[in-house]
Antibody, heavy 121, light 110 residues
Framework: QVQLQESGPGLVKPSETLSLTCTVS????????WSWIRQPPGKRLEWIGS???????YYNPSLKSRLSISGDTSKNQISLKLSSVTAADTAVYYC???????????????WGQGTLVTVSS | EIVLTQSPATLSLSPGERATLSCGAS???????LAWYQHRPGLAPRLLIY???TRATGIPDRFSGSGSGTDFTLTISRLEPEDFAVYYC???????????FGGGTKVEIK
């Protein structure tokens, strides 16, 4: 059974770079898409971006200029970097396996339990 | 972007009662590409239903999904103590319209 665990600093200063890692256990990151999703306090869940094991990435247009998602097959990990953060980036960040239906977008399953990142000086 | 509207925002019920949650889409969903999730505090969101009515692996049959086009429903036939949680819907499918979540319905103990 695939399990995901997010890790990284819980506090980031404004204008700095938020860096998170998702460790996948019970399965390989090969042959799958993986996504990052976030939920700011009191707001909706928002898809951030996805990566395929080959390295192809797909980003939310609203975050694209600040976002980088990468994968490390040797460690079975997916990483997220979001630069120039502001208070609006304060959120619980989740990683999840991104299910595809042929060439169409599918649902997310399973998810990690999430990690809260607060942007504050 | 397709906007999903969930109602009610909060549902106050007792264990054993039936819960009916709604999710409305701003435009018709192709192939009824809608999923439902359960989220309990501190836990990972859990996939319940995909393709509007297909239960995910291991999900009890008291959870059922229905609907098509723009109107979808998640029904919990008899609430168990562990079912009190927040429920979200997600629409997916078309890469041009992307994937969006509803605002959530909290099912709380009355």
């Amino acid at each position: 059974q695939v399990q995901l665990q997010e890790s990284g600093p819980g506090l980031v200063k404004p204008s700095e770079t938020l860096s998170l890692t998702c460790t996948v256990s019970g399965g390989s990151i090969y042959s799958n898409y993986w996504s990052w999703i976030r939920q700011p306090p009191g707001k909706r869940l928002e898809w951030i971006g996805s990566i395929f094991f080959s390295g192809s990435t797909y980003y939310n247009p609203s975050l694209k200029s600040r976002l980088s998602i990468s994968g490390d097959t040797s460690k079975n990990q997916i990483s997220l970097k979001l630069s120039s953060v502001t208070a609006a980036d304060t959120a619980v960040y989740y990683c999840a396996r991104d299910v595809r239906i042929g060439w169409e977008l599918g649902w997310f399953d399973p998810w990690g339990q999430g990690t809260l990142v607060t942007v504050s000086s | 972007e397709i906007v999903l509207t969930q109602s009610p925002a909060t549902l106050s019920l007792s264990p054993g009662e039936r819960a009916t949650l709604s999710c409305g889409a701003s435009q018709s969903l192709s192939s009824n590409y809608l999923a439902w999730y359960q989220h309990r505090p501190g836990l990972a969101p859990r996939l319940l239903i995909y393709d509007a009515s297909t239960r995910a692996t291991g999900i009890p049959d008291r959870f059922s999904g229905s609907g098509s086009g723009t109107d979808f429903t998640l029904t919990i036939s008899r609430l168990e103590p562990e079912d009190f949680a927040v429920y979200y819907c997600l629409q997916y499918g078309n890469s041009l319209t992307g994937r969006t979540f509803g605002g959530g319905t909290k099912v709380e103990i009355k």
